[in-house]
């Protein structure tokens, strides 16, 4: 069973807008989530986190927010850029020591 | 650039052949992971290493061998592979094993394709 749930496996948006990322997840156990950007043939690229004790995190164009009672976070990009087109993964994970457990991505598209 | 590199990019081997995949850091990083991804699928993981030490195996087919041999290097031994192993083999670092707090640093991956 997927512990960590990206519903939308793809996303189109233009230029300046917003663009927003969902990401579900199961297990209360999980008290770290991250996003990932990854271009093709590339690795992934770490993007910003949040720790389950707040509930916003800023850095630059990029705010992850997080829901706690509805086990849900959202990656916020204002204004999107063409150059944000990638596929981005929602991970999430625990202080305790156990890996990270990484959603099945979704595919961001910004049109200029 | 990438701070994880990855050596070979791409490799195609027969299903009778031994080789390895090779990944160096020099972050001074304590964790090292091996992960695979196959298309639209997410990198599943393989192996964590810690402080030079297997502390993780995701109950991965032995025809998949890691190694440590230092705290910079993680290798990975390929022998009698599988078609259906064909993928990108990520290598990652972290500073340590805190799962979500220390984040990973990825490589830009080995595209294996077992003929």
């Known amino acids: 069973d997927q512990q960590v749930k990206q519903n939308s496996p793809s996303l189109s948006v233009q230029e300046g807008r917003i663009s927003i990322l969902n990401c579900d997840y199961t297990n209360s156990m999980f008290d770290y989530f991250l996003w990932y950007k990854k271009y093709p043939a590339e690795g992934p690229t770490f993007l910003i986190s949040?720790?389950?004790?707040?509930d916003k995190n800023e850095d630059g164009r990029f705010t992850v927010f997080l829901n706690k009672s509805a086990k849900h976070l959202s990656l916020h990009i204002v204004p999107s850029q063409p150059g944000d087109s990638a596929v981005y993964f929602c991970?999430?994970?625990?202080?305790?020591?156990?890996?990270?457990?990484f959603g099945k991505g979704t595919t961001l598209s910004v049109s200029s | 650039d990438t701070e994880v590199t990855q050596t070979p990019k791409h490799l195609v081997m027969g299903m009778t052949n031994k080789k390895s995949l090779k990944c160096e850091q020099h972050?001074?990083?304590?964790?090292m992971y091996w992960y695979k991804q196959k298309a639209k699928k997410p990198p599943e993981l393989m192996f964590v290493y810690s402080y030079e030490k297997l502390s993780i195996n995701e109950s991965v087919p032995s025809r998949f061998s890691p190694e440590c041999p230092n705290s910079s290097l993680l290798n990975l031994h390929l022998h009698a592979l599988q078609p259906e192993d064909s993928a990108l083999y990520l290598c990652a670092s972290s500073q340590y094993t805190g799962g979500g707090s220390s984040p990973l640093h990825f490589g830009n991956g080995t595209r294996l394709t077992v003929t």
């Open positions: 949040i720790s389950s004790i707040k």
């Open positions: 991970a999430a994970g625990n202080q305790a020591g156990t890996a990270l457990i």
């Open positions: 972050m001074g990083h304590r964790a």
